[in-house]
Nanobody, 126 residues
Framework: QVQLVESGGGLVQAGGSLRLSCAGS????????MGWFRQAPAKGREFVSA????????DYAVSVKGRFTISRDDAKNTVYLQMNSLKPEDTAVYYC???????????????????WGQGTQVTVSS
């Protein structure tokens, strides 16, 4: 199973940018679909973005499309989430997730992932 560690969170003003990183270990990283989810206080964990094992297929939540970009560097076993034009409603704990798959697809629900990081806090002030 892949082990995941997120980094890059912090406090930023509205309109600013952050880049989250998720470092993975384990033999299956390069064949795993990778996802980013977030959870705000008193809310459920929600899908943000996902990228297929090849990097050729990506998906985004409507709320972040056009502002966030997901990418991966398998040589470094790392997936990134570039977040631009941040809004106060983006404030949440962001989690990285992984699932080995045999097809070049993305997955967008919590239940479809079997490895999770501990999360990194993102706070956007108005």
């Amino acid at each position: 199973q892949v082990q995941l560690v997120e980094s890059g969170g912090g406090l930023v003003q509205a309109g600013g940018s952050l880049r989250l990183s998720c470092a993975g270990s384990g033999r299956t990283f390069s064949t795993s679909v990778m996802g980013w989810f977030r959870q705000a206080p008193a809310k459920g964990r929600e899908f943000v973005s996902a990228i297929s094992w090849s990097g050729g297929v990506t998906d985004y939540a409507v709320s972040v499309k056009g502002r966030f970009t997901i990418s991966r560097d398998d040589a470094k076993n790392t997936v990134y989430l570039q977040m631009n034009s941040l809004k106060p409603e983006d404030t949440a704990v962001y989690y990285c997730a992984a699932r080995p798959v045999g097809y070049n697809i993305v997955k967008t629900t919590v239940a479809e992932y079997d490895a999770w990081g501990q999360g990194t806090q993102v706070t956007v002030s108005s």
